[in-house]
């Protein structure tokens, strides 16, 4: 049987952090299929952080943003879904190494559908 994969990550990049600090990982994940999908999980193949996790940032009032942990993101069917700053981000927690511009980790994200799906060569850079 012929498996065709119609989820496609694009435009995946990580913010710079200092070792003990965090960062964010950012990316578009278009579905070309009629069915919706679901990201409930993300790793990084590199061991660079003491936990990654989903995130989405809300307006905490005040002018204050905030963020907190999401367990899934549906992802529309024939549609995009957007991990971008002021938004969901893939947080990773308690860096192990210092991210610099111009370093490249892998990421992994898990959908309900798609298995998991591996993004080579992420680009740690200023935004
Ligand atoms: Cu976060």
């Known amino acids: 049987m012929l498996f065709i994969l119609s989820l496609t990550v694009v435009d995946a990049w990580a913010r710079p ?6 960062s964010a990982v950012y990316f578009t994940v278009k579905n070309e299929s009629d069915k919706p999908d679901t990201l409930y999980g993300a790793s990084v193949v590199e061991d660079v952080a003491e936990k990654v996790e989903l995130h989405e940032t809300y307006d905490a009032g005040d002018g204050k943003l905030g963020m907190r ?22 947080m990773l927690i ?5 991210l610099r511009d ?3 980790i ?3 994200l898990k959908f309900k559908r798609a298995g998991e799906v591996v993004i080579k060569n992420v680009k740690v850079k200023v935004e």
């Open 17 to 22: 952090g200092m070792e003990g600090g965090n």
């Open 69 to 90: 942990h999401v367990d899934f993101v549906v992802v529309p069917a024939k549609g995009e879904l957007h991990f971008k700053p002021g938004g969901y981000h893939v």
């Open 94 to 98: 308690g860096l192990k190494r210092t």
């Open 102 to 104: 111009g370093d490249e």
């Open 106 to 108: 892998t990421l992994v």
